[in-house]
C-alpha cells in the first residue's frame, strides 16, 4: 500500500473513532445531565441499537451493490454531523430525540464497520497492514475519551461539539481523497453483472452459505449476549464496588489502550489454531465475568476490563480474516456488517430486555449469574472443539509405544 493511503486510512480511522468518542460516548451523560430519565435514555439507547443493527444491512447492501465505501463514508459522516447538532441543541424535543437518537445508530455504528472492509479492500486482506492501520483508532479513542472527559468537566458540555466537529471534518476529508477498494474500480461487464446479481433477496443466505461463517456468528451471538449487560451497565456495577464517574472513565481507557497491541499484531495472531482463538474468545470474558462476580473493589473490575479487551483485540481481526475467506467478494461489506451487528449490536438489544429486570427483581449478582452460564456455552463449545482434535501420541505407532 502506498505511503498516501497508508496516512489516508489512518486518517479515517482515527476520525471515525474520534468522533465515537467525542459525541456518541458522553451523548448518554449529556442527556441525563439535561433532565432526561433514566427509563428514557434506556429506550433511546435500544433504539440506536436497533437501528444500528437495520443499518447494517442496509449499508453493508449498499457498499456490494455500488462498489463503493468512499461515498457511503462520506454521506455517513454528513448525517452524523447533522444529527449531532440536532442532538446537542434540541435536547428537550423527547419526539425529536426519539427520531435523531436512532439516527446516529443506523448510521454511526455500521459506518465503522465499512471503514474496516473498505480497509481490508484497498490493503488486498493484508493483515499485517489492516492491524498496523486499525489499532491507532483504539489509542486515540482512549485519549480523546481521556481528555475529553476532563475539559467537559472544567469548561461544560459544549467541547463535545468542538471535538466532534474537528473529527468529522478530517473524516469527510480523509474520504474524499481516498480510492475505491481495488475490486470496487473494475468496470467490466462480469464485474456489473455480479453486482446486479449480488442485491437481490437472497443476499443474506449467500453470505450464510459457508458453515464456517455461520460458526463465527454462532460463536459472536452468545459471547456478545454474556458480556453486553456488563458492557451496558458498566456505571451502576463500579458503583456497587465503590467506583465512581472517574474510575468509569480509567476503565474506558483501560478498555482501548489494550486492544492496541493486538490489533497492530493482527498478522501474527493470525498464524494460531482459529480452534485456539476462538476458545480465547470465550475464555477471556468468562474470567472477566467471574471477576465481576466476586469483585469487592474497582481494581478488580479494571482486571476483568484488560482480560475481556485482549479478547476484543483478537476478535476484530479474527472475525474480519474469517469473513473475507468464507463470503463471497460480492458479499464481503454485508458479512462484515452482519458479524458486527450480531455482536454489538443484536446482543445489545436482548441484554437491554431482561438486564435491568433481573438488577430490579434479583440484584446485580443474579444479573453476572446467567452471563456467567450464558459464556459456558461457547466456553465448553470452542474447548471441545479443540481438544478433541488434539492428535493423540501413540495412535500412530501402537508397537512403539507398547514397547516402552
Avoid at 59 to 69: E, I, K, S, Y
Avoid at 81 to 90: C, K, Q, V
Avoid at 321 to 339: K, M, Q, W
Wanted: hydrophobic share 50%; with cysteine; charged share 15%.
Amino acid at each position: 500500500m502506498k505511503k498516501s493511503y497508508w496516512i489516508g486510512f489512518s486518517l479515517l480511522e482515527i476520525s471515525y473513532w474520534c468522533y465515537h468518542a467525542s459525541f456518541i460516548g458522553f451523548l448518554m451523560s449529556y442527556l441525563m445531565s439535561k433532565g432526561i430519565t433514566n427509563t428514557m435514555v434506556s429506550i433511546f439507547m435500544a433504539s440506536f441499537l436497533l437501528a444500528s443493527f437495520v443499518g447494517s444491512f442496509f449499508w453493508g447492501m449498499v457498499c456490494d451493490r455500488f462498489r463503493t465505501n468512499r461515498k457511503v463514508s462520506v454521506a455517513c459522516f454528513l448525517i452524523a454531523g447533522a444529527a449531532m447538532y440536532l442532538i446537542y441543541f434540541s435536547y428537550d424535543s423527547i419526539p425529536l430525540l426519539a427520531v435523531l437518537y436512532p439516527l446516529i445508530g443506523f448510521v454511526s455504528l455500521p459506518h465503522a464497520t465499512n471503514i474496516d472492509s473498505w480497509l481490508l479492500l484497498a490493503c488486498g486482506n493484508n493483515l499485517s497492514v489492516f492491524g498496523k492501520i486499525r489499532c491507532l483508532p483504539s489509542l486515540f479513542y482512549a485519549v480523546t475519551s481521556f481528555v475529553l472527559g476532563r475539559m467537559i468537566a472544567g469548561y461544560g458540555y459544549s467541547m463535545m461539539l468542538v471535538f466532534g466537529t474537528i473529527a468529522l471534518l478530517m473524516g469527510i476529508a480523509a474520504a474524499c481523497i481516498l480510492p475505491e477498494g481495488r475490486k470496487a474500480v473494475q468496470d467490466s461487464r462480469e464485474d456489473k453483472a455480479e453486482v446486479k446479481e449480488s442485491f437481490n433477496i437472497h443476499s443474506l443466505e449467500q453470505v450464510l452459505a459457508s458453515a464456517s461463517y455461520r460458526y463465527l456468528i454462532l460463536i459472536l451471538f452468545l459471547v456478545g449476549l454474556a458480556v453486553a449487560p456488563v458492557n451496558n451497565l458498566k456505571a451502576p456495577i463500579l458503583e456497587k464496588v465503590g467506583g465512581n464517574v472517574s474510575d468509569l472513565g480509567v476503565d474506558a481507557f483501560i478498555c482501548a489502550v489494550v486492544q492496541v497491541p493486538f490489533i497492530a499484531l493482527a498478522d501474527r495472531i493470525e498464524r494460531y489454531s482459529l480452534r485456539l482463538r476462538y476458545l480465547l474468545l470465550a475464555c477471556l470474558p468468562f474470567l472477566t465475568l467471574l471477576l465481576a462476580f466476586y469483585a469487592v473493589s474497582p481494581v478488580m473490575i479494571f482486571a476483568g476490563s484488560f482480560l475481556y479487551n485482549m479478547g476484543v483485540g483478537i476478535l476484530i481481526p479474527t472475525m474480519r480474516s474469517v469473513t473475507e475467506r468464507n463470503v463471497a467478494p460480492a458479499f464481503r461489506n454485508l458479512g462484515h456488517n452482519i458479524a458486527d451487528a450480531v455482536y454489538s449490536s443484536l446482543t445489545g438489544i436482548i441484554s437491554l430486555l431482561y438486564s435491568g429486570l433481573v438488577m430490579d427483581l434479583y440484584g446485580m449478582r443474579s444479573l453476572l449469574m446467567i452471563c456467567i452460564l450464558v459464556v459456558l456455552i461457547p466456553f465448553v463449545m470452542t474447548g471441545s472443539k479443540l481438544f478433541c482434535r488434539m492428535p493423540n501420541p501413540c495412535c500412530c505407532d501402537r508397537e512403539r509405544c507398547r514397547g516402552r
